[in-house]
T-cell receptor
Framework: KQEVTQIPAALSVPEGENLVLNCSFTDSAIYNLQWFRQDPGKGLTSLLLIQSSQREQTSGRLNASLDKSSGRSTLYIAASQPGDSATYLCAVSTGGGNKLTFGTGTQLKVEL | SAVISQKPSRDICQRGTSLTIQCQVDSQVTMMFWYRQQPGQSLTLIATANQGSEATYESGFVIDKFPISRPNLTFSTLTVSNMSPEDSSIYLC??????????????FGPGTRLTVL
């Protein structure tokens, strides 16, 4: 059974700092890995999708890497802003059918 | 991307009653899913909503408790039956907007926040 863990569970940083969020998964036979952000009381916003054959994806200030063999992914956020404050979730798709297994989330707060 | 709406956005219900949640997508999609997010926890997949056939449920979820309909490629409903306070959660539908040889980006609705008294 796939298990996904995210470290740290919570993080508070000053504005402008670069930061890294970590995600690990137990079954390396994944189809893809997706990073989401969730704002309080809201649904999920897709940030980046990395296919199993890829090593990284970039979108603006976000960069996600994938090391499938070691079961790890990182989300790098450059020059953090207060608007980045949210819970960040990683999720992996294994087996068939696009079903996602979610991590426990990292609650990020970027302070002025 | 796909634009997904859910109704209701939130509800407060009494124990023993049922609530049906609607999910509407602005384009035809092959795959639709229903997830649950219990307070302080991450998302757990309830079932895959199959168009024209019975939903496929994950371990721990059964059709009698969470009946699902999917009459076409843009719409699905999830019913939470005979509710108890343990059913208080956010319920989210999601879709895969593009299908290729590999899994593609999954998009989520805004969620339905259910409180059971």
């Amino acid at each position: 059974k796939q298990e996904v863990t995210q470290i740290p569970a919570a993080l508070s940083v000053p504005e402008g700092e670069n930061l890294v969020l970590n995600c690990s998964f137990t079954d390396s036979a994944i189809y893809n890995l997706q990073w989401f952000r969730q704002d309080p009381g809201k649904g999920l916003t897709s940030l980046l999708l990395i296919q199993s054959s890829q090593r990284e994806q970039t979108s603006g200030r976000l960069n996600a890497s994938l090391d499938k063999s070691s079961g790890r992914s990182t989300l790098y956020i450059a020059a953090s802003q207060p608007g980045d404050s949210a819970t960040y979730l990683c999720a992996v798709s294994t087996g068939g059918g696009n079903k996602l297994t979610f991590g426990t989330g990292t609650q990020l707060k970027v302070e002025l | 991307s796909a634009v997904i709406s859910q109704k209701p956005s939130r509800d407060i219900c009494q124990r023993g009653t049922s609530l049906t949640i609607q999910c509407q997508v602005d384009s035809q999609v092959t795959m639709m899913f229903w997830y649950r997010q219990q307070p302080g926890q991450s998302l757990t997949l309830i079932a895959t909503a199959n168009q024209g056939s019975e939903a496929t449920y994950e371990s721990g979820f059964v059709i009698d408790k969470f009946p699902i309909s999917r009459p076409n490629l843009t719409f699905s409903t999830l019913t939470v039956s005979n509710m108890s306070p343990e059913d208080s959660s956010i319920y989210l539908c999601s879709v895969v907007a593009q299908m290729g040889g590999l899994a593609d980006t999954q998009y989520f609705g805004p969620g339905t926040r259910l409180t059971v008294l």
